[in-house]
């Protein structure tokens, strides 16, 4: 018998049965082991990885003869390696691990907070702990170039295949993170989360929010240098020309329009000069080309806010709560991240670096469409008539906002240095050895006097307003001092009650609707409630790592809760407040001796408190230019100048450039404004010199957003340009073509009914002088008149006895008078507020029947304003920025709208 033959394994049978069986083990063919092993490594399609060398080798030389059989088709799932669906359930259990671990990371990093910060900061951004003691005074970080080290941080660290994922966060805006590591570039969470973003945010439609797959830039804290000892530790300047400022920094002159599409509207119009117009293009060069501009304007702010004081950004989120989309305001109770609006990361950039700002629109109503979120419908009642308008939200609590954070954190970091240094200065004293070896440099930290920072306001209303914004970003840090006292002098004024309470109400309901005609701006100024008091001056002052348990208000309860906080001291002594707040007219009276002494010297002026400013602040520009704006030229005048009397200054401790009376140069000026005017440019650029540089941003006019659309009675109106060389002429110019052109008209038709709107005083006055001369009748409605008087001449323009109404601006402005009788307007000058001019024209015909009078409508309703080439501004606003450019610039003198 021959010998048996070995049995040979069979597979099982069937198609599926093999398939699984292929699955679990080897069978039919030899296989070896360590390739299989290796094969659970696996790269690419057809490519292994081991951690053997040889076993590398083996596979090159395999795949270079081409002799190595493929094992068998189902070789890839039986390797080890799980299905795609396999893998998409265990990334998604992976993810939702990860996002659990991140945020319980976060919690606890919170606690932590305090220690990171000062680590990452050195020292600068935390108001509750003391500074590092060994962080170098009075030099300059160790990162270097701040703007360098952000470049090479901008695009993160290399991508691997391991991907991180951030924590799952509505915001985009996360500028202090609480772990260093976190925010290192990283996409998204995942694609679900930023869909589910995208259709949150369709309902608000705002400008702000984009879904684009481009990584945001996110900077580690501590990696960009403090702006405020970037710029305050800067040495004086070698090359002083006093008449000239462009002969000591040529590279201000030199300005460029930056892109803000995608973030802003269309029609605001950014412009950059100096340092940061510099930094802005090397951050711009640096980045993709197909970065958009939101991504951009949030890289530049981003290294700033890391030096915001801990105490502010804890309260940020909640005071600026208003101004943020809706997807920003959902966060976490416990999340410190600061976020910004579109326009508020358009000008923290330069305001954080102490470079000059001009906000020429600061926003008021206007009848024009950008965004759902951004716009309220009201239906407004103008004379007879009734209209729908669209208000646009006021932007003037997103600048309020960034500016008082922007106050406190220089007062506090500055505080916070001197303290840091008079305790070193303590401690070297002791050792004199040690204190020998010290540099006098480093402890120049101060000016001549302690005050830093002066704001200036046109009424105790708008002050109050801004001390209370400042007191909330402290939130509960805050310990005050003389608060019921402000609240007494500052705050609302409250109505007295009286005995009747029928005749009560009857007179609050007549008073209520008079002023509702006066409009929302007005009541905000001048309302019954508003403090509008225009002669004040008050001084704070900032005390932080105050011990609440040591500290009692003097008409409050002790302060019992634990911690550190931030002192805040009003009505202090100027030459020992941080913080000035005063109105022009009240500074400027503060600071004037009136009494002549023995040697027949008056009017001294003892400005020393504002030599050391600085940072000035002149906030309402527009309302402080009705009041009288000689009296800001000249408190601005006297800043910075040197100090006489001595006695009481360290000059150890003076920083260089005021030794050199150049304070100026260092001064942060901004100025914010609901318009542009010749007078605050002019003002802007004789005392805007930082060496920072300088950013305007101003808004253009377009034609369906013009305040001629505004008119709703249908009159022809016209709009004759004077012509005129100098700005000096302008107002001799338009009274030589009334007097020539215009009275002479009016005088042989004996035209009725004729208003007269003069803007400024000076030219009332002209034109009553000429009225006067020329015997004309007339009436006149002015700012200073008694109320009788303007009652009695209303009147008497009302039934005809007086044809002639002289109106002046301010008194609009002031009291806004609703004038009847009017059939005829002039305008001798364009008006500054844009609003005006609907408003006056709709006046026309209000209060006349045909039945009064016989020739009331003889003639038809006629508008006629006058301007020059130097109302350019003015007209903008009025008749949009293209009708203004052709109207100064064309062929023609006169131009008729009709509505």
Not at 48 to 70: I, S
Request: glycine share 4%; with cysteine; aromatic share 8%.
């Amino acid at each position: 018998m021959g010998a048996k033959k070995p049995k040979v394994k069979k597979g099982p049978k069937g198609k599926k049965a093999r398939a699984k069986a292929k699955l679990e083990q080897v069978w039919g063919e030899h296989v070896d082991e360590e390739a299989r092993q290796a094969s659970k490594f696996r790269k690419g399609k057809s490519k292994f990885e081991t951690n053997n060398a040889t076993q590398q080798q083996q596979q090159q030389q395999q795949h270079r003869n081409k002799k190595e059989k493929e094992v068998d088709p189902l070789s890839r799932n039986r390797r080890g390696l799980k299905t795609s669906f396999e893998s998409f359930l265990e990334r998604k259990d992976n993810l939702s691990k990860n996002e659990q671990e991140q945020k319980h990371q976060r919690q606890f990093a919170h606690q932590k907070n305090h220690k990171r910060y000062n680590t990452a900061n050195d020292g600068s951004s935390d108001d509750n702990d003391d500074e590092s003691e060994d962080e170098e005074m009075g030099g300059v970080a160790s990162n270097g170039g701040s703007l360098s080290y952000l470049l090479k941080r901008i695009n993160g660290p290399k991508k691997s295949s391991s991907r991180k994922f951030a924590p799952e966060s509505d915001d985009d805006d996360s500028i202090v993170s609480n772990d260093a590591d976190s925010n290192d570039g990283t996409e998204s969470v995942s694609s679900t989360s930023s869909h589910s973003q995208q259709s949150h945010s369709d309902n608000d439609d705002n400008m702000d929010m984009d879904d684009d797959d481009e990584e945001d830039v996110n900077l580690p804290k501590g990696t960009v240098e403090d702006p405020y000892e970037a710029h305050f530790s800067k040495k004086p300047l070698t090359q002083l020309d006093s008449t000239d400022n462009t002969n000591l920094m040529p590279h201000l002159a030199k300005s460029s329009k930056v892109d803000t599409s995608s973030l802003l509207s269309s029609s605001m119009q950014v412009h950059l000069s100096g340092p940061i117009l510099d930094s802005w293009e090397t951050l711009t060069s640096a980045l993709p080309d197909k970065t958009k501009p939101r991504r951009m304007w949030r890289a530049f702010a981003r290294g700033p806010q890391q030096h915001t004081r801990q105490v502010l950004s804890r309260n940020w989120n909640s005071v600026n709560r208003s101004a943020l989309t809706r997807s920003q305001r959902e966060i976490n109770e416990n999340d410190n991240d600061i976020r910004l609006s579109a326009l508020q990361q358009v000008l923290y950039p330069a305001i954080s670096n102490y470079a000059d700002v001009l906000i020429s629109m600061e926003s008021r109503q206007v009848s024009v469409l950008i965004s759902f979120s951004h716009v309220y419908i009201y239906i407004v009642a103008m004379g007879s008539h009734q209209f729908i308008a669209l208000y646009i939200k006021q932007n003037r609590n997103e600048i309020n906002n960034l500016l008082s954070m922007h106050v406190l954190n220089h007062v506090l970091t500055s505080r916070s240095r001197v303290q840091k240094h008079n305790r070193r200065i303590k401690q070297l004293a002791e050792v004199e050895d040690e204190a020998a070896d010290e540099e006098d440099e480093q402890w120049r930290d101060q000016g001549y006097t302690r005050p830093k920072v002066l704001l200036l306001f046109p009424t105790r209303g708008t002050c109050w307003a801004f001390v209370k914004k400042m007191i909330e970003l402290l939130g509960d840090s805050a310990i005050l001092e003389m608060e019921d006292r402000f609240e007494a002098e500052y705050g609302p004024i409250k109505r007295e009650k009286g005995s009747d309470e029928e005749e009560e109400e009857e007179e609050k309901a007549r008073v209520d609707a008079i002023m509702k005609q006066k409009g929302r701006e007005w009541n905000e100024l001048f309302g019954e409630e508003a403090n509008d008091d225009d002669d004040f001056k008050i001084g704070i002052s900032l005390t932080p790592n105050v011990d609440k348990k040591k500290v009692k208000a003097k008409k409050g309860p002790s302060v019992t809760s634990s911690g550190s906080g931030v002192k805040l001291r009003l009505f202090a002594d100027y030459f020992h407040s941080d913080i000035i707040l005063a109105s022009p007219i009240g500074l400027k009276m503060s600071t004037t001796n009136e009494e002549s002494d023995d040697e027949g010297e008056g009017d001294t002026a003892d400005v020393d408190f504002l030599s050391s400013i600085e940072m000035c602040i002149v906030a309402r520009s527009d309302v402080l230019m009705m009041q009288n704006w000689d009296h800001v030229n000249s408190v601005l005048d006297s800043l910075n100048q040197q100090p006489k009397n001595v006695s009481d200054i360290d000059f150890s401790r003076v920083r260089n450039y005021f030794l050199e009376g150049q304070g100026k140069y260092w001064r942060q000026m901004i100025v914010v404004s609901a318009f542009t005017d010749p007078y605050v440019l002019s003002t802007f650029r004789r005392h805007a010199k930082n060496i920072e540089g300088q950013l305007r941003i101003r808004k253009k006019v377009s034609t369906d957003n013009a305040s001629i659309c505004d008119v709703m009675v249908r009159v022809k109106q016209v709009f004759q340009r004077v012509t005129c060389s100098t700005v000096s002429e302008a107002g001799s110019a338009r009274l030589r073509f009334f007097s020539e052109h215009v009275l002479p008209k009016l005088q042989r038709l004996q035209q009725k009914h004729t208003l007269i709107y003069i803007p400024s005083y000076f030219d009332f006055v002209a034109v009553r002088n000429l009225l006067l001369k020329r015997e004309a009748k007339f009436v006149s409605v002015t700012e200073y008149a008694r109320v009788s008087e303007v009652s009695r001449g209303r009147a008497r323009f009302l039934q005809g006895l007086k044809p002639i109404m002289l109106y002046t601006g301010r008194a609009h402005f002031f009291l806004r008078h609703k004038i009847k009788g009017a059939r005829h307007l002039i305008f001798f000058g364009l008006p500054e507020y844009d609003e005006f001019y609907p408003s006056v024209v709709n006046m026309l015909n209000e209060g006349l029947t045909s039945e009064d009078e016989d020739d009331v409508s003889r003639l038809p309703m006629s508008s006629l304003s006058l301007f020059t080439k130097f109302d350019a501004h003015q007209l903008e606003r009025i008749v949009g920025t293209s009708h203004a450019e052709r109207m100064i610039k064309g062929d023609k003198s006169s131009y008729v709208f009709a509505s």
